[in-house]
């Protein structure tokens, strides 16, 4: 309330009082919009050539982050609770991790490549789905 009267103090027209509310409000519907449609695009299982970016290193399941991520910690925590162990590729120690993460194009972590589904960031669902492929 107090910013109300301060905006009010300063701002004698209601026409601006009333078109700086509305310009907040549409900058931030617009903002809104935008990191609703990332979100969304980040929670997609993509189809990949997982041979391709590990070669002979392939695994059932391959998870790509860092220890200090919870994020990470979680999707770990998932696989093993259904019995999966995945190989962890750590990009706080490991050069191959950021070369493939690179490669990858990935930008979330954890990066988690099933068979060969690749899934950006903790969607345990996404998990689930792609674990019954395998």
Known sequence: MKIL???QKFMPSKGIY????LFVA???MISGYFLVKSFKETGSAQHIDSRAFF???H???IVIGSKRCQFCRQAMDFFEKKGV???FIDLDTSAEGRRIMSSLGGSAIPQVIIGD????GYW???YSKALQTL
């Open 18 to 21: 009333l078109s700086l509310v």
């Open 117 to 120: 589904t690749r899934v950006q």
């Open 124 to 126: 345990p669902e996404l």
């Open 85 to 87: 162990t995945p190989d």
């Open 26 to 28: 549409a900058a931030g």
């Open 55 to 57: 070669g002979e290193r």
């Open 59 to 61: 695994a059932t399941v």
């Open 5 to 7: 009267q301060f905006l």
